[in-house]
T-cell receptor, first 114, second 113 residues
Framework: EAQVTQNPRYLITVTGKKLTVTCSQN?????MSWYRQDPGLGLRQIYY???????DKGDVPEGYKVSRKEKRNFPLILESPSPNQTSLYFC?????????????FGNGTRLTVT | DAKTTQPNSMESNEEEPVHLPCNHS???????IHWYRQLPSQGPEYVIH???SNVNNRMASLAIAEDRKSSTLILHRATLRDAAVYYC??????????????FGKGTKLSVKP
């Protein structure tokens, strides 16, 4: 089944403890992206990648890192999480970055940083 | 980036058609119009997209105005499962970050039994 898989679904951690949220897609998509969703602020883009080894900042990249060493994987790294990164995170992918390419989303990762 | 305007909320009765409007008067000639929906506690889900012509798929229809400054998502027979937030988003055909999807606040659709 074609899908975007995020892990874990839920994560509770403490301030400063490095963590990684994984994202994998099995559709050979070039484009991948991370969003966070907060009440009242909607979905905001953190980082995106147009292909392997090509990543760029979205609207809210501070405090996050990403890597794209393989086409299928696009992990989101929080080197030193802080409480303001408590949020619902979504990974997404599309065949290309071009306008006619629909985005497919994962089921989300709910992160709590205490 | 093209700006979109959608009603904050709409209500519908089950089994009736729903027309969800979106204004995108600053859209570029190469922007596709995408629609996504987000059910409670789930990730956004692709619904439909188009460029100039009206489009149909198993989920919905998309009617695009001739001047492309607005579009309407049509759910032909609303079900309770269609209750969600619906987002209308332009996506640039070519060009770096302008291929990114920028989400607005969307329209919250309620469906009454």
């Amino acid at each position: 089944e074609a899908q975007v898989t995020q892990n874990p679904r839920y994560l509770i951690t403490v301030t400063g403890k490095k963590l990684t949220v994984t994202c994998s897609q099995n559709m050979n998509h070039e484009y991948m992206s991370w969003y966070r969703q907060d009440p009242g602020l909607g979905l905001r883009q953190i980082y995106y990648s147009m292909n392997v080894e090509v990543t760029d900042k979205g609207d809210v990249p501070e405090g996050y890192k990403v890597s794209r060493k393989e086409k299928r994987n696009f992990p989101l790294i929080l080197e030193s999480p802080s409480p303001n990164q408590t949020s619902l995170y979504f990974c997404a992918s599309s065949l290309t970055r071009q306008g006619g390419s629909p985005l497919h989303f994962g089921n989300g990762t709910r992160l709590t940083v205490t | 980036d093209a700006k979109t305007t959608q009603p904050n909320s709409m209500e519908s009765n089950e089994e009736e058609p729903v027309h969800l409007p979106c204004n995108h008067s600053t859209i570029s000639g190469t922007d596709y119009i995408h629609w996504y929906r987000q059910l409670p506690s789930q990730g956004p889900e692709y619904v439909i997209h188009g460029l100039t012509s009206n489009v149909n798929n198993r989920m919905a229809s998309l009617a695009i105005a001739e001047d492309r400054k607005s579009s309407t998502l049509i759910l032909h027979r609303a079900t309770l499962r269609d209750a969600a937030v619906y987002y209308c988003i332009p996506r640039r055909q070519y060009g770096g970050s302008q291929g990114n999807l920028i989400f607005g606040k969307g329209t919250k659709l309620s469906v009454k039994p």
